[in-house]
Nanobody, 128 residues
Framework: QVQLVESGGGSVQAGGSLRLSCVAY????????MAWFRQAPGKEREGVAT????????DYAASVKGRFTISLDMAKNTLFLQMNSLKPEDTAMYYC?????????????????????WGQGTQVTVSS
């Protein structure tokens, strides 16, 4: 049974940093894609950052580029999101995701439908 477990969320002041972690149990994240999404109250879930584990290529939403860094420890099956210079608008529930549909990663790694496994989320709250 595949399970993604996120941790590292919390409450910080604007300008602060947090590091999110996501451990994948029961699934080896080889030659697939993984991503961080977030959802604020009353808003749709949106992609934050993606990584293709085959070549470790990364991509970021424009709103977080230069502030967030996605990384992957293949040996520990763990995905990270380092978040610096946090802003109040970064407040949301953050979810990690991965998929067994490898080909879908190369069609659209930002699409929600690409991902077949999701974590339960970790809350990030940034105060001004």
């Amino acid at each position: 049974q595949v399970q993604l477990v996120e941790s590292g969320g919390g409450s910080v002041q604007a300008g602060g940093s947090l590091r999110l972690s996501c451990v994948a149990y029961g699934y080896t994240v080889i030659n697939t894609c993984m991503a961080w999404f977030r959802q604020a109250p009353g808003k749709e879930r949106e992609g934050v950052a993606t990584v293709k584990t085959g070549d470790m290529s990364t991509d970021y939403a424009a709103s977080v580029k230069g502030r967030f860094t996605i990384s992957l420890d293949m040996a520990k099956n763990t995905l990270f999101l380092q978040m610096n210079s946090l802003k109040p608008e970064d407040t949301a529930m953050y979810y990690c995701a991965t998929t067994y549909r490898t080909s879908a990663c190369y069609i659209d790694s930002w699409a929600l439908a690409t991902y077949t496994y999701w974590g339960q989320g970790t809350q990030v709250t940034v105060s001004s």
